[in-house]
């Protein structure tokens, strides 16, 4: 869930028409420090945690980027 997060970040970075690989970077980086929180919890030392939170702080920033472009236009 945090790669498939970090990649929709990224790829809404590129191509961002609608906003929706950035809503969706947003959802899938949030179950992947859910389910990070859940692995550390049972012990494991591999998490990805980094990788959800760069994947959220990536979408967040894109989602911005494209409300403040969406909002200039107007």
Do not use: D, H
Request: hydrophobic share 55%; proline share 3%; net charge positive.
């Amino acid at each position: 869930m945090a790669y498939t997060g970090l990649v929709l970040a990224l790829v809404s970075c590129l191509i961002n028409p609608v906003a929706i690989p950035s809503v969706l970077g947003i959802v899938f980086s949030a179950i992947g420090i859910a389910k990070s929180a859940e692995l550390e919890g049972a012990g494991r030392q591999l998490t990805g945690r980094g990788t959800a939170i760069a994947g959220l702080v990536v979408s967040i920033a894109s989602t911005a980027w494209f409300l403040w472009r969406i909002s200039t236009l107007v």
